[in-house]
């Protein structure tokens, strides 16, 4: 618990914390780690759904959203990681986010890419 709400973090419930309504299809409101699988229903959630795959898009690239692609991935997940839709305080940090999660846990996509895979499912 040292490091979770450091200065500058992003406040629970504050316009920064919210969702875009358009991304929502569930919520997890009790995330107080940077794992957002940790203390909460995310796994069973997607489980039910039959769900295999994630694509993680956040801040901050190396905090949450690191710790949460590499939880994914431990849960048997494959773990798609937005190098255009995760952002940090340094690019030097993002950077190296980045390069940890692809050589072991993420194929690291951008949103770009997404898009057009989304579309071909459709």
């Known amino acids: 618990m ?26 997890i409101e009790n995330k ?4 957002a699988f940790l203390n909460t ?8 759904q039959l769900v295999d795959s994630v694509v993680v898009t956040g801040t901050m ?3 949450c959203c690191e710790t ?14 937005v190098t255009d839709g995760n952002a940090t ?3 030097q940090m993002h950077d190296a986010s980045i390069l940890n999660l692809r050589f072991g846990f993420a194929q ?3 949103l770009d890419e997404i898009h057009k895979a989304l579309n071909r499912l459709e």
């Open 108 to 110: 690291t996509s951008t």
């Open 2 to 27: 040292k490091w979770w709400g450091a200065e500058d973090s992003i406040t629970r419930f504050s316009p920064a914390w919210r969702l875009i309504d358009k991304a929502k299809t569930f919520r």
């Open 68 to 81: 949460t692609a590499r939880s994914a991935f431990n849960r048997d997940f494959y773990v798609y990681f």
């Open 61 to 63: 690239t190396n905090l």
């Open 32 to 35: 107080d780690r940077y794992d």
């Open 41 to 48: 229903d995310l796994e069973k959630i997607l489980r039910e």
């Open 89 to 91: 305080c340094s690019q």
